[in-house]
Nanobody, 119 residues
Framework: QVQLVESGGGLVQPGGSLRLSCAAS????????MGWYRQAPGKQRELVAT????????NYASAVKGRFTITRDNAKNTVYLQMNSLKPEDTAVYYC????????????WGQGTLVTVSS
């Protein structure tokens, strides 16, 4: 079994910063990619950023490009999302996602962590 554990959500003022982390655990032979998605009330879940573990290549939603940075620690099977210059419209539940090779190929989601940007 593979699971994701997220942390780092909370309340932050506009213009502030927050760092999310997501660690994958269990029987993992390799990770193809990990990423962050978010969902605000009344909206579809949307891509925030992804990173391919083998190459480190990244992909960002246009709304966060230049403000958010996704990184990974291969040894720890962990992905981070550094969020700077936060805006109220960034308020959402942020979900970690991973595609990995275990005994089978698996795609898993974290439980979600709430990020609230408000004064």
């Amino acid at each position: 079994q593979v699971q994701l554990v997220e942390s780092g959500g909370g309340l932050v003022q506009p213009g502030g910063s927050l760092r999310l982390s997501c660690a994958a655990s269990g029987t993992i032979f390799s990770i193809n990619y990990m990423g962050w998605y978010r969902q605000a009330p009344g909206k579809q879940r949307e891509l925030v950023a992804t990173i391919t573990f083998s190459t480190g290549s990244t992909n960002y939603a246009s709304a966060v490009k230049g403000r958010f940075t996704i990184t990974r620690d291969n040894a720890k099977n962990t992905v981070y999302l550094q969020m700077n210059s936060l805006k109220p419209e960034d308020t959402a539940v942020y979900y970690c996602n991973a595609q990995a090779r275990s005994y089978t190929y698996v795609e898993i989601w974290g439980q979600g962590t709430l990020v609230t940007v408000s004064s």
